[in-house]
Protein backbone atom coordinates (compact mmCIF):
# COMPACT_ATOMS: atom_id res chain seq x y z
CA UNK A 1 0.00 0.00 0.00
CA UNK A 2 1.04 3.33 -0.52
CA UNK A 3 -1.49 5.74 1.50
CA UNK A 4 -1.49 9.04 -0.39
CA UNK A 5 -3.49 11.96 0.99
CA UNK A 6 -4.29 14.88 -0.75
CA UNK A 7 -5.59 18.52 0.51
CA UNK A 8 -5.93 22.06 -0.50
CA UNK A 9 -9.44 21.60 -1.89
CA UNK A 10 -12.42 24.35 -1.40
CA UNK A 11 -14.86 26.81 -2.50
CA UNK A 12 -13.49 29.44 -5.10
CA UNK A 13 -14.54 31.93 -7.00
CA UNK A 14 -14.27 31.75 -10.98
CA UNK A 15 -10.60 33.33 -11.67
CA UNK A 16 -9.29 32.21 -8.22
CA UNK A 17 -6.29 30.01 -7.36
CA UNK A 18 -5.89 26.84 -5.35
CA UNK A 19 -2.59 24.84 -4.37
CA UNK A 20 -3.47 20.81 -3.88
CA UNK A 21 -1.20 18.94 -2.34
CA UNK A 22 -0.97 14.89 -2.24
CA UNK A 23 1.37 13.87 0.65
CA UNK A 24 2.46 9.71 0.19
CA UNK A 25 4.21 7.33 2.58
CA UNK A 26 6.66 6.54 0.54
CA UNK A 27 10.31 7.79 -0.92
CA UNK A 28 9.80 4.87 -3.71
CA UNK A 29 10.08 6.01 -6.95
CA UNK A 30 6.57 6.53 -8.35
CA UNK A 31 5.26 8.73 -11.49
CA UNK A 32 2.40 10.83 -10.02
CA UNK A 33 -0.76 11.71 -11.12
CA UNK A 34 -3.62 13.88 -10.43
CA UNK A 35 -7.26 12.79 -12.20
CA UNK A 36 -10.88 14.44 -11.05
CA UNK A 37 -14.29 13.55 -11.41
CA UNK A 38 -17.38 15.53 -11.69
CA UNK A 39 -20.55 14.09 -9.97
CA UNK A 40 -22.45 11.52 -12.77
CA UNK A 41 -19.39 11.82 -15.20
CA UNK A 42 -16.42 9.48 -15.29
CA UNK A 43 -12.50 9.84 -13.40
CA UNK A 44 -10.54 12.54 -16.20
CA UNK A 45 -6.64 13.34 -16.58
CA UNK A 46 -6.06 16.35 -15.55
CA UNK A 47 -1.98 15.87 -15.33
CA UNK A 48 0.93 14.01 -14.16
CA UNK A 49 4.61 13.92 -13.56
CA UNK A 50 7.56 11.72 -13.65
CA UNK A 51 9.32 10.70 -10.77
CA UNK A 52 12.18 12.90 -11.35
CA UNK A 53 9.80 15.62 -12.05
CA UNK A 54 11.04 16.16 -15.74
CA UNK A 55 8.49 14.94 -17.57
CA UNK A 56 4.91 16.21 -17.26
CA UNK A 57 1.76 15.95 -19.17
CA UNK A 58 -1.50 18.42 -19.00
CA UNK A 59 -5.36 17.96 -20.61
CA UNK A 60 -5.68 20.07 -22.91
CA UNK A 61 -8.38 21.63 -20.48
CA UNK A 62 -6.18 22.75 -17.98
CA UNK A 63 -3.09 22.89 -20.13
CA UNK A 64 -1.67 27.11 -19.28
CA UNK A 65 -3.63 27.47 -15.81
CA UNK A 66 -2.23 24.21 -13.69
CA UNK A 67 0.53 23.40 -12.72
CA UNK A 68 1.97 19.80 -11.27
CA UNK A 69 4.88 19.65 -9.43
CA UNK A 70 6.85 17.76 -6.61
CA UNK A 71 9.43 17.89 -3.78
CA UNK A 72 10.93 14.31 -3.85
CA UNK A 73 12.13 15.04 0.08
CA UNK A 74 8.54 15.75 1.11
CA UNK A 75 7.04 12.97 -0.59
CA UNK A 76 4.67 15.05 -2.17
CA UNK A 77 2.89 16.34 -4.98
CA UNK A 78 1.20 19.78 -5.60
CA UNK A 79 -1.36 21.04 -8.18
CA UNK A 80 -1.58 24.79 -8.12
CA UNK A 81 -4.83 25.93 -10.21
CA UNK A 82 -5.10 29.50 -11.07
CA UNK A 83 -7.87 31.04 -13.35
CA UNK A 84 -10.09 28.63 -12.09
CA UNK A 85 -13.44 27.93 -13.58
CA UNK A 86 -16.89 26.70 -12.75
CA UNK A 87 -16.25 23.51 -14.88
CA UNK A 88 -12.95 22.59 -12.82
CA UNK A 89 -15.72 21.74 -10.13
CA UNK A 90 -14.97 18.28 -9.00
CA UNK A 91 -13.44 15.64 -6.66
CA UNK A 92 -9.56 15.83 -6.99
CA UNK A 93 -7.88 12.65 -7.08
CA UNK A 94 -4.11 11.95 -6.40
CA UNK A 95 -2.54 9.03 -8.38
CA UNK A 96 0.78 6.65 -8.17
CA UNK A 97 2.26 4.05 -9.89
CA UNK A 98 5.78 2.40 -10.06
CA UNK A 99 5.59 0.59 -12.68
CA UNK A 100 3.87 3.15 -15.48
CA UNK A 101 5.78 3.69 -18.92
CA UNK A 102 5.30 7.68 -18.92
CA UNK A 103 3.98 8.88 -22.02
CA UNK A 104 1.35 10.92 -22.80
CA UNK A 105 -1.33 8.17 -23.63
CA UNK A 106 -0.60 5.90 -20.86
CA UNK A 107 -0.58 8.58 -18.09
CA UNK A 108 -4.45 9.58 -18.65
CA UNK A 109 -5.41 6.29 -18.22
CA UNK A 110 -7.67 5.51 -14.71
CA UNK A 111 -6.38 1.80 -15.28
CA UNK A 112 -2.11 2.54 -15.20
CA UNK A 113 -2.38 3.71 -11.43
CA UNK A 114 -2.17 1.03 -8.68
CA UNK A 115 -2.72 3.64 -5.96
CA UNK A 116 -5.37 6.27 -4.97
CA UNK A 117 -5.84 8.87 -2.31
CA UNK A 118 -9.44 9.73 -1.08
CA UNK A 119 -9.86 12.91 -2.81
CA UNK A 120 -10.56 16.38 -2.33
CA UNK A 121 -13.46 18.39 -3.14
CA UNK A 122 -12.99 21.63 -5.08
CA UNK A 123 -15.93 23.80 -6.06
CA UNK A 124 -15.92 26.60 -8.29
CA UNK A 125 -18.60 29.62 -7.88
CA UNK A 126 -19.35 31.41 -10.83
Known amino acids: QVPLVESGGGLVQSGDSLRLSCASQTSSMYAMAWFRQAPGKERDFVSA????????YYADSVEGRFTISRDNGKNTVYLQMNDLKPEDTAVYFCAADNEIIFTKELVEKVDEYQYWGQGTQVTVSS
Open 49 to 56: ISWSGGST
